[in-house]
């Protein structure tokens, strides 16, 4: 029981701490990111974000290791009282913990260009920050990247959609996510993605096409810990803007700087 009880002071401070790095630091990183694309300063610390994680990471997993090893024991030895009720507990609590890290650390480092012409290449890539910590890399997962609209990313942000309808048809939009010795780094880069149709909702008055926001999905599916736990993580591009001809290019440009510089936190 006082083993247990620790275990639950422990799990505490562990979230304070991930509060600090992901709602705090992550979330920083994100909105520079977004006024880099307005020509602000280059986002950076994304090496350090990454070394936090993977501490953090570290210490939850080992503690998911001590609680799992608490709850054989208790099998071992029918102890009364409510011990295994609160290892149950303890053992969902700390899922949950390790559930958010991984999801909130799937993130996009380089962003797709918020103007995205039809049928011309582009790239971006995404990474994620605990991957190499939690040997996610021992069976590299597949990400695919789909294009949504407004209101679906909307839902999608609220948890309101699990299912991605995508507004148009991207070319090579799948890519495998590889492990770089040298950085350290999980990460999949689309290099020669193509917009090749966009479906747009229906236009009410005189809004202009260069006024409707889409935004790229990324979406993955892997394990750790031998099959043990299995993540479905997404993350979502800044807004773009589809053009098909050059002149539309100043219009788009337009939306997307004053979406830069003004949109809610955590909109699309």
Known sequence: MDLAEQHQKTLGLLRKQQTLILDEELIQWKRRQQLAGNGGPHEGGLDVLQSWCEKLADLIWQNRQQIRRCEHLTQQLPLP????????????????IISALVTSTFIIEKQPPQVLKTQTKFAATVRLLVGGKLNVHMNPPQVKAVIVGEQQAKAL?????????????ILNNNCVMEYHQATCTLSAHFRNM????????????????TEEKFTILFESQFSIGGNELVFHVKTLSLPVVVIVHGSQDNNATATVLWDNAFAEPGGV
Do not use: C, P
């Open 157 to 169: 942000l609220k948890n309101e959609s699990t299912h991605s309808e995508s507004s148009g048809e």
């Open 81 to 96: 009282g409510s011990i295994e009720e609160l290892l149950n507990k303890l053992n969902s609590d700390i899922t949950d």
């Open 194 to 209: 193509s917009l090749k149709r966009i479906k747009r909702s229906d236009r009410r008055g005189a809004e202009s096409v």
